[in-house]
């Protein structure tokens, strides 16, 4: 834990060495091709987080207070939360659907 504790106050404070920063660490995994339409993930360390992609599917959703049949995917994300928060992770899992909404800007 105290390792864990100065990788974390390091990080940071943007003080992390090079050599600390060659293995991932969030993984980032795509089981919609398989038909699994939402993944619950386990973070295998060093990682700090998993992010997971289902299959897209139609499904009703509304819009602008209108309903119709839209095609929609679920993003899952798992995190260490001694690394981040749960605000943290939502303010990136917001930025991915913004990204994905309006894919022609990427």
């Known amino acids: 834990m105290a ?5 974390a106050a390091r990080t940071r404070s943007g003080r992390l060495r090079s050599s ?3 293995t991932a660490t ?17 973070i295998y360390p060093p990682q700090v987080a998993l992010i997971g ?5 139609e499904r009703p959703w ?8 839209h095609p929609v995917l679920t993003a899952t994300l798992a995190a260490d939360h ?20 309006r894919p022609e800007e990427l």
């Open 3 to 7: 390792h864990l504790r100065d990788l």
């Open 20 to 22: 600390e920063l060659t």
């Open 26 to 42: 969030i993984t980032v995994t795509n089981l919609g091709d398989l038909g699994v339409e939402s993944v619950q993930g386990v």
């Open 53 to 57: 992609f289902g299959a897209i599917s």
């Open 62 to 69: 509304a819009v602008d207070g209108m309903l119709a049949v």
């Open 82 to 101: 001694r690394a981040s928060d749960g605000a943290t992770g939502a303010r990136l899992l917001n930025t991915i659907d913004g990204l994905l909404q």
